[in-house]
């Protein structure tokens, strides 16, 4: 089964900052590889996602994700953070699931609380 | 545009009445549906998905059902609520493309169920 590993509960930036959220993942074959976004009391916003082609990949709101094969990475980073930004930030991986062909699920990480300091 | 409703947004039941939280999704056919559960504001558990019409896998035995009647339409359903089942639960549905989902979710805003 495919997964990801986010290894820090929770990060701290100053307003102005980069920032990086981290994330690992391990997959059998080519990776399809999602960040999403979680405010308090909010269903989840899709960010961006990695399926080929360049291993930068952009999204809404200034993010942008790095995929690094040899790492097996695929960090969700922004050049200069905002307060608005704070909120709880998944990784997630699709996943082939069930019989008849299967179905792709995706497997989401635990979550990382970012929190931007103004 | 493609929109996904979900209701009620908050609840407040006690041990053992029953559950109904409903989903539909407004402007594609024949999508992917979940069901999500969120416990102390974290990771996500998939209770539930279907592929289509009357077609529901479950992905972890629990006290909740759901059913699928129409298109577009997903219900989330309990007979009898326990402590346990208080969470945030989450909608969501994806694209199909060559006959599987892409894999990338549209989420509905979600319920908050507290059981007393």
New interface residues.
């Given amino acids: 089964a495919q997964s990801v590993a986010q290894p820090e509960d929770q990060v701290n930036v100053a307003e102005g900052n980069p920032l990086t959220v981290k994330c690992t993942y391990s997959v059998s074959g080519n990776p399809?590889l999602?960040w999403?976004v979680q405010y308090p009391?909010?269903?989840?916003?899709?960010l961006l996602?990695y399926i080929t082609g360049d291993n930068l990949v952009k999204g809404s709101y200034g993010f942008e994700a790095e995929f690094n094969k040899s790492q097996t990475s695929f960090h969700l980073k922004k050049p200069s953070a905002l307060v608005s930004d704070s909120a709880?930030y998944?990784c997630a991986v699709?996943d082939l699931?069930?019989a008849s062909?299967?179905?792709?699920?995706?497997t989401?990480g635990?979550?990382t609380s970012l929190i931007v300091h103004p | 545009s493609q929109t996904i409703h979900q209701w009620p947004a908050t609840l407040v039941q006690p041990v053992g009445s029953p559950l109904s939280l409903e989903c539909t999704v407004e402007g594609t056919s024949n999508p992917n549906l979940y069901w999500y559960r969120q416990a102390a504001g974290r990771g996500l558990q998939l209770l539930f998905y279907s592929v289509g019409i009357g077609q529901i896998s479950s992905e972890v035995p629990q006290n909740l059902s759901a059913s699928r009647p129409q298109d577009r339409q997903f219900i989330l359903s309990s007979k009898k609520l326990l402590l346990s089942d208080s969470g945030f639960y989450l909608c969501a549905w994806s694209r199909m493309r060559g006959g599987r989902s892409t894999g990338e979710l549209f989420f509905g805003e979600g319920s908050r169920l507290t059981v007393l």
């Fill in positions: 399809y999602f999403y009391n909010r269903g989840l916003q899709f996602k709880l998944f699709r699931r069930g062909g299967g179905s792709y699920i995706p989401f635990r979550g």
